[in-house]
C-alpha cells in the first residue's frame, strides 16, 4: 500500500502491483466469463467485503483559516466521491443484476451489456482510488497533500480508455433502454419500480450520466483547494498538476461526447431525408465528423400584415459546414418513457438551403433587401410587391419612426403655443412639454421592443425555389432562440462556417497525426491579410512588436457584434532606418483591419505596451478625486534612443502626454507595467522601475536602477508579485516594490539567450533565441517542468533547411501560437484553467504562412457589451416566444420604471467608450419613463428593463465610422456573470505563401513588405 499512498506518478506501476499481489480482496478476472473484450484494461474484480470509508480525524486545535477550509474541501471530497461510488454500485446491483439474473428474462444479455457497457471497469478504477484516498485521509494532519493521488489516479491511460469507452457508448445506451422500453413493457415496469422504490427516486438515467459529470466535479473541488493553498505548500504544485490531468481528461471526454451526439443526430436527421440528394449529402456530412457546427431547437414564427403573431412551432435547425436545413420536431416518446430516459424526437426535413446563400438580416434592415424578397405570411408565400409590408418586429421600426416623426411636429407646435397671447386652459407651453415627454417616453417603450425582438429574433434570408420565369426568389424565416446567448452564438457561427469555406481555409491547418480523428468545430480561421508599411525601400523592416488597444463598443448591433473582430485599435510599430521609427494605427471596426493613424517618431521603435486605465472601485474613486477626466488608457513605445513616449489612446487623438529617458540613453528592448510600475529593460543589462500614484502619468522623479546581468534584458514578464527579466540564459526574479533579486538558469547553453516568455495558469513558457525547443517552468518553485521540440511537431518543415528557430510566442484561449524564422505557424493545446500550462496533444500547423520569420504575435480580445446579453422582460413574458412584441403599449409600459442611470450619476465613474454615432434616441432626455406603477415599484422586479445611456436606441454610423468617442458609463454593467469573449490572434511578418498539405512545397510571392495575417476564434462564453 505504500506506493498507493505516495500517490505519485513514478509510482504508477508499483501501485498496479501492489493493488494485485497484496490485496486480498482484490482477485484476478475470470475469462471464463462470456463478456465484452477487456483488452488494455486492469484485470481486477473488487469484492463485496465492505472497506473501511475514508473518514477524517477530529480537527485538531491551532489550525490557520485556510488550513481549516481545506479540510472541508477534503470532506466535500470523501463524501462526493463515497456517493458516486455508491450511485455506480447501483447501476450494477440494482439494475445490471437484477435483469441479467431475472427469470423469465425480461431482457437477453446480448442487449443488455451494451447499456452498461464499461460500468464494471470504472467502479473498479474509482474503487481504487477510493482505497488510497481513505489512506492519505488518514495520514492528513501530518502531510496535507492530495493532488499527487489524483495524479496517479486519474493520468493512466486506462482511465481515459474505460471513460471513453463509456462516454461513446452513452448516445446508443440511452437509444437501447428508449427501444426495449417501448417494445418490452416488462422491462419498462421493471425501471418505474426501481425508481418508485429507491429512497431520492432518482431514474437509471439519473444514474447513469453521473460518470459524464464526474470529472467537472472533481475539477470544482481541486479550484476551491487550490484558493486555500498558499504559495510554498506542499501541496501546492501537486494540485495544479491534478488541475491539468483533470482538465486534459475532461476536455476529451467532452470531445467524445460532442462528436458522439453529433453522429446521432445527424443520423436521426438522415432517417427523415427522401430525396437520394440530401440523403447522400447527410451520409457525407456524418462521415466528416467535424461537419456538425450547430444544432438547436429553435421556435419558427409566421406574422401577418398587421405583424401579428399567427403561429408558431418548434423546429430543429442544423448548421453544417456548407447547409443550412431546417426539420419538423415530430413525435416524442410516450410521457412514461420520457420520464425514465430523454427520448430523442424523429425529424422530418422542411427546407435547407447552401450556407453561403443564407442571409441574417436585423430588424429595420428591410429596406436593403431585393424586391424578390418572399416573407412568410400566413403560412403562405407571397411574391412581387409583398417585400414592402412591414410584418412582424420590423412593423415596430415603423411604429418608431412614426412616433419620432410624431415628435418633431409636436416640437413645432410646442413653439406655436408658446408664441400665444392669451391664456387658455389646456393650452399652453406646460400642456405642450407634457405631450413632447409622453411621445418620448413611448419612443424609448418602443426602442425596447425593438431591442427585445432583435435580441433573441434570428432572422434569416433565405433562398427559395425560382419562380416560373426562372428569377431566384427568397424568402424571411423568423426564429426565436432561447436566449440572447444563443442568437449571439448562431450569428456568430454562421459568421464562422461561411469563412471557413474560403479557399485558404480549405484546409487551414494541418495535423500529420491527426489519423482521421475529429477536430473541434473551428480551428483558427484566416478571415484577412492586410500589407504594412508597403514602400519600395528595402531597408525599411518591421521591428518584432504589435499591440492591441481594446476599445469597448456598447452599441453594436447583434450582426456587428458577433462576426466583427474584437473591438478597438491595432498599433504595429517599424523600425524603420536608422534615425526614425514609425507607427502605424489600425481600427478593428470592420471585418478587415484600417489604417486610421501614423505616427513619426525620433528612433526606431523597440517595444510597446498598453496600460489601462484604473479599473478597480478603489482605483477609480482615487482617480475621480484627483480629476473629472483622469489619464485614460496610455501606450508606451520604447525606443531605440533610450526614451519612452507615452501616448493617450487613439479614443483621446493619440497625443504623446509624457517622454521619460534613461540617463545612459540605453536603447529600451522591453517594456511592462503593474498597477503602479513600469519596467524597462535596457541592452546593457539593467531594468529602469518608474512609479505613479493615483493613477497619474508616470514619475520621472521615482525611478530605481536593478542591474539584471551583464548581457541585455531582452524580454520581461509581470507576474502578481514579482517581474520576471531575462538576462542571456538565466531569468532574474524581482520581488515587489523591495525589489530584492532571485536569480536562476534555465537554459545550459550560456551564449543562448531567453528571447519570449508567456504566462498560462502556475507556468511559463520560454523561448530562445537558437535552437527549436521550448521550455516550461513553474511560476512559484521555478522547477522545470517540459521541454517540447518545435520541430518535430511540424511535418512540413524542409529538411535540406537550418533547424527551426522560434521568433514569437503567444498563449491565447488554450492555445500557444508558435512563430519560427521560416514563417511557420504552428499551434499546441494547453490547459485553460489554473493548473500547469503543460502540452500533450497534438500540434496543428498552419498551412498560412509568412515569406520571412514571424515577428510578431498579437492576441486581440474584448467582452461584448452586457447591454447585448440583457433580455429585457418585453420579451420575457408568456408570450415571448410566439412574438411578444404584439403587445399594446399600456402592457408593455407597465414594464418600465424610472430611469436609474441619469447624467448627474454617471459622472466621476467608469467611462464606457463606444462607436462616434449620430444620436436619434430619447434615453437622454429628462423626465421619467411612462408607467403604472408607483415610486416604491421594486428595482430587484424591473431591473431587466431599467433605463440605461447608453440602451436601445437606434443609431447610424457616422461618416468616419474609425474613430471613436468616449461614451458615458453605466457602472451597473460591471461583473455582470454573463461574459461573451470576442477573441483573434494577428501575426506579422514578410510576405505571405500557401504551404501544401503534407509536403514542404510552398506557393507564394517573396515580398519585403510586411503583411498582417488576422485569424479569428469562435466567440467564447
Known amino acids: 500500500m505504500k506506493a498507493a499512498r505516495s500517490g505519485t506518478k513514478d509510482g504508477l506501476d508499483k501501485t498496479k502491483i501492489a493493488f494485485m499481489r497484496r490485496v486480498s480482496f482484490l482477485h484476478k478476472k475470470d475469462h471464463s466469463e462470456d463478456v465484452e473484450d477487456d483488452a488494455g484494461y486492469l484485470d481486477v474484480a473488487v469484492s463485496e467485503v465492505k472497506q473501511p470509508p475514508a473518514q477524517l480525524s477530529p480537527m485538531p486545535e491551532g489550525l490557520s483559516s485556510q488550513q481549516v477550509v481545506r479540510r472541508h474541501i477534503l470532506g466535500s471530497i470523501i463524501q462526493s466521491e463515497r456517493s458516486y461510488l455508491e450511485s455506480l454500485r447501483r447501476i450494477l446491483q440494482e439494475y445490471q443484476r437484477p435483469l441479467l439474473e431475472a427469470d423469465p428474462r425480461i431482457l437477453s444479455p446480448r442487449k443488455i451489456r451494451p447499456i ?184 419558427e414564427t409566421v406574422y401577418g400584415e398587421r405583424g401579428q403573431v399567427l403561429k408558431s ?215 484577412c491579410r492586410v500589407l504594412v508599411f508597403a514602400t519600395k525601400s528595402s531597408d525599411r523592416k518591421v521591428s518584432s512588436t504589435a499591440l492591441h488597444n481594446p476599445v469597448q463598443c456598447a452599441l453594436l448591433g447583434f450582426s456587428a457584434a458577433s462576426t466583427s473582430l474584437p473591438q478597438g485599435y491595432l ?55 484627483r480629476s473629472p477626466t483622469g489619464v485614460g488608457n496610455t501606450i508606451c513605445l520604447g525606443l531605440d534612443d533610450g526614451s519612452i513616449l507615452v501616448y493617450g489612446s487613439v479614443d483621446t487623438a493619440a497625443q504623446c502626454l509624457l517622454t521619460l529617458c534613461n540617463p545612459q540613453r540605453c536603447p529600451v528592448l522591453c517594456l511592462k507595467h503593474s498597477i503602479n510600475f513600469l519596467f524597462a529593460g535596457l541592452r546593457d543589462g539593467t531594468m529602469m522601475v518608474y512609479g505613479r500614484s493615483n493613477g497619474e502619468l508616470w514619475e520621472p522623479d521615482t525611478c530605481r536602477t536593478v542591474s539584471v546581468g551583464p548581457e541585455p534584458v531582452r524580454t520581461l514578464l509581470v507576474l502578481e508579485d514579482s517581474v520576471w527579466a531575462s538576462c542571456a540564459n538565466s531569468v532574474t526574479v524581482i520581488k515587489g516594490s523591495s525589489l530584492s533579486t532571485q536569480r536562476f538558469e534555465v537554459h545550459p547553453e550560456p551564449m543562448v539567450s531567453v528571447a519570449h516568455m508567456v504566462r498560462a495558469g502556475g507556468g511559463v513558457w520560454m523561448a530562445f533565441s537558437e535552437g527549436s525547443s521550448i521550455r516550461l517552468f513553474h511560476t512559484e518553485t521555478l522547477e522545470h517542468l517540459q521541454e517540447i521540440n518545435i520541430s518535430t511537431r511540424v511535418s512540413l518543415h524542409n529538411p535540406g533547411q537550418k533547424s527551426m528557430r522560434v521568433t514569437s510566442l503567444l498563449l491565447c484561449q488554450g492555445l500557444l501560437w508558435v512563430g519560427t524564422a521560416q514563417g511557420v505557424i504552428i499551434t499546441l493545446p494547453v490547459p485553460k484553467l489554473e493548473g ?137 454593467d460591471r461583473g455582470r456573470r454573463d461574459r461573451v469573449t470576442s477573441a483573434a490572434v494577428i501575426s506579422g511578418g514578410r510576405g505571405f505563401q500557401r504551404l501544401r498539405e503534407g509536403t514542404a512545397e510552398r506557393t507564394g510571392v517573396e515580398s519585403s513588405e510586411t503583411t498582417l495575417m488576422v485569424w479569428q476564434l469562435p466567440l467564447t462564453v
Not at 440572447?484 to 487551414?508: D, F, M, Y
Not at 510599430?573 to 534615425?579: E, L, P
Not at 418600465?896 to 436619434?920: D, F, I, P
Not at 421594486?938 to 436606441?953: A, F, H, I, Y
Open 836 to 972: 500547469i500550462p503543460k502540452i500533450t496533444g497534438k500540434g496543428m500547423t498552419s498551412l498560412n504562412a509568412h515569406c520571412g520569420p514571424v515577428d510578431f504575435l498579437v492576441a486581440t480580445s474584448s467582452t461584448l457589451s452586457a447591454e447585448l446579453l440583457k433580455r429585457d422582460s418585453v420579451g420575457d413574458g408568456p408570450d415571448s416566444a410566439c412574438g411578444g412584441e404584439d403587445r399594446s403599449d399600456s402592457s408593455s409600459q407597465e414594464s418600465l420604471q424610472q430611469s436609474g442611470c441619469s447624467q448627474g450619476e454617471g459622472r466621476g465613474k467608469g467611462r464606457g467608450v463606444l462607436l462616434q454615432y449620430r444620436l436619434r434616441s430619447t434615453s437622454g432626455l429628462p423626465g421619467p419613463a411612462l408607467t403604472a406603477r408607483g415610486d416604491e415599484a421594486s428595482d430587484s422586479s424591473l431591473e431587466s428593463l431599467e433605463q440605461r445611456l447608453e440602451d436601445g436606441s437606434i443609431y447610424e454610423l457616422s461618416d468616419d465610422p474609425e474613430m471613436w468617442v468616449r461614451g458615458r458609463p453605466c457602472e451597473r
Open 571 to 625: 498599433w504595429v510599430a517599424s523600425g524603420g532606418d536608422a534615425t526614425q521609427g514609425q507607427v502605424e494605427i489600425f481600427s478593428l471596426n470592420r471585418p478587415t483591419p484600417r489604417p486610421v493613424k501614423s505616427l513619426q517618431v525620433g528612433a526606431p521603435v523597440r517595444c510597446l505596451e498598453y496600460v489601462p486605465e484604473p479599473s478597480t472601485p478603489e482605483e477609480m474613486e482615487a482617480v475621480a478625486l
Open 313 to 527: 412551432k418548434e423546429r430543429k435547425v442544423f448548421l453544417f459546414n456548407d447547409i443550412l436545413i431546417c426539420a419538423n420536431i415530430n413525435i416524442k416518446g410516450p410521457p412514461d418513457i420520457s420520464s425514465l430516459v430523454p427520448v430523442g424526437p424523429k425529424y422530418t426535413m422542411k427546407w435547407s438551403a447552401p450556407l453561403l446563400q443564407v442571409q441574417v438580416v436585423e430588424v429595420g434592415q428591410e429596406t436593403s433587401q431585393a424586391k424578390d424578397t418572399l416573407f412568410q405570411h400566413g403560412g403562405a408565400k407571397h411574391p412581387g410587391s409583398a417585400w414592402k409590408v412591414i410584418l412582424g418586429p420590423p412593423r415596430l421600426y415603423q411604429e418608431l419612426q412614426e412616433l419620432q416623426h410624431d415628435l418633431s411636429v409636436v416640437e413645432e407646435i410646442s413653439l406655436l403655443v408658446g408664441t400665444l397671447q392669451g391664456t387658455y386652459q389646456n393650452l399652453n407651453t406646460t400642456v405642450a412639454q407634457d405631450w413632447c415627454l409622453a411621445l418620448q417616453r413611448l419612443i424609448r417603450i418602443k426602442e425596447d421592443q425593438i431591442q427585445s425582438a432583435n435580441k433573441c429574433r434570428l432572422r434569416l434570408q433565405v433562398p427559395g425555389r425560382p419562380d416560373k420565369s426562372g428569377r431566384p426568389v427568397s424568402f424571411m424565416v423568423v426564429f426565436n432562440t432561447p436566449s440572447p446567448l444563443s442568437k449571439i452564438s448562431w450569428v456568430n457561427r454562421l459568421h464562422l462556417a461561411k469563412v471557413a469555406q474560403r479557399e485558404e481555409n480549405t484546409p487551414g491547418w494541418f495535423c500529420a497525426e491527426d489519423e482521421g480523428k475529429t477536430m473541434a468545430p473551428f480551428w483558427p480561421l484566416l478571415t
Open 116 to 299: 452498461f457497457h464499461r460500468l464494471r471497469e470504472i467502479t473498479q478504477c474509482h474503487s481504487m482510488f477510493q482505497i488510497a484516498l481513505a489512506s492519505r485521509v488518514a495520514e492528513w494532519d501530518s502531510s496535507e497533500k492530495i493532488g499527487d493521488l489524483f495524479v496517479a489516479s486519474f493520468s493512466k491511460s486506462m482511465v481515459l480508455d474505460v471513460y471513453s469507452d463509456y462516454v461513446n457508448n452513452f448516445t446508443n445506451a440511452m437509444a437501447l433502454i428508449k427501444k426495449a422500453c417501448m417494445s418490452k413493457p416488462a422491462f419498462l415496469e421493471f425501471l418505474k419500480k426501481k425508481q418508485a422504490s429507491s429512497i431520492d427516486r432518482i431514474t437509471l438515467y439519473g444514474l447513469m450520466v453521473k460518470p459524464i459529470q464526474r470529472f467537472p466535479q472533481f475539477i470544482l473541488l481541486l479550484q476551491d483547494m487550490l484558493k486555500n493553498t498558499p504559495k510554498g505548500h506542499v501541496d501546492r504544485l501537486p494540485v495544479q498538476l491534478a488541475l491539468t490531468e483533470l482538465e486534459m481528461l475532461a476536455e476529451k471526454l467532452n470531445e467524445q461526447k460532442r462528436v458522439a451526439d453529433q453522429i446521432a443526430e445527424t443520423q436521426q436527421l438522415a432517417r427523415s431525408v427522401s430525396d437520394r440528394f440530401h440523403l447522400n449529402k447527410l451520409q457525407q456530412l456524418n462521415s466528416d465528423q467535424g461537419s456538425l457546427v450547430l444544432c438547436e431547437t429553435l421556435i
